[in-house]
T-cell receptor, first 109, second 114 residues
Framework: KNEVEQSPQNLTAQEGEFITINCSYS?????LHWLQQHPGGGIVSLFM???GKKKHGRLIATINIQEKHSSLHITASHPRDSAVYIC???????????FGKGTKLSVKP | ETGVTQSPTHLIKTRGQQVTLRCSSQ?????VSWYQQALGQGPQFIFQ???????GRGNFPPRFSGLQFPNYSSELNVNALELDDSALYLC?????????????FGSGTQLSVL
């Protein structure tokens, strides 16, 4: 079992829909990252969370440390939101990030 | 724009060859980490450097080695390339490497080993 699990693996939505991507982890962490990866590979950091909730524009990230679970929400989704969303936690033995496999989101116009 | 650049963007090598990938971090970022991302998978931690010293390593063999330079650039070297080394290689930098610090990623180098 992977230490960081994301669901769903793939997600197709219509423009305007509310989207939720989930992340569960099994290791102790001090922070969780949500990352966005576009075709071509570049990764952009969206959020870094250690507790509670953060909001940036149409994106909202929440974390429940006790339940070892985080969610990324996208409101009023748009085709430009199409990307792979990756959850990562800093629970590695070297203090390194452990990544989920990502959720591939496709938003149709 | 993350301020982290990687070169080359694409590279084709044959089995047994050696390769050097380069990363230029943001000025002032003393920590750089390297990751390998196979197709359809999340990135896997290779190693991390802080002020030119390796200070963390993932489950990769010694033929994966690195260097970090005082000018905030770094290299990932892979010797005796194997077909399974085909992947996207990403570097990420941060100021101090603290656990709750934001990371800035490059766009990656896509390595194909034939």
């Amino acid at each position: 079992k992977n230490e960081v699990e994301q669901s769903p693996q793939n997600l197709t939505a219509q423009e305007g829909e509310f989207i939720t991507i989930n992340c569960s982890y099994s290791v102790g962490i001090s922070a969780l990252h949500w990352l966005q990866q576009h075709p071509g590979g570049g990764i952009v950091s969206l959020f870094m969370l250690s507790s509670g909730k953060k909001k940036h524009g149409r994106l909202i990230a929440t974390i429940n440390i006790q339940e070892k679970h985080s969610s990324l929400h996208i409101t009023a989704s748009h085709p430009r939101d199409s990307a792979v969303y990756i959850c990562a936690v800093n629970g590695g033995s070297q203090g390194n990030l452990i990544f989920g496999k990502g959720t591939k989101l496709s938003v149709k116009p | 724009e993350t301020g982290v650049t990687q070169s080359p963007t694409h590279l084709i090598k044959t089995r047994g060859q050696q390769v050097t990938l380069r990363c230029s971090s943001q000025s002032g970022h003393n920590t750089v980490s390297w990751y390998q991302q196979a197709l359809g998978q999340g990135p896997q931690f290779i190693f991390q450097y802080y002020r030119e010293e390796e200070n963390g390593r993932g489950n990769f063999p010694p033929r994966f080695s690195g260097l970090q330079f005082p000018n905030y650039s770094s290299e990932l070297n892979v010797n005796a390339l194997e077909l399974d080394d085909s992947a996207l290689y990403l570097c990420a930098s941060s100021a101090t490497g603290a656990l709750n610090e934001k990371l800035f990623f490059g766009s990656g180098t896509q390595l194909s080993v034939l």
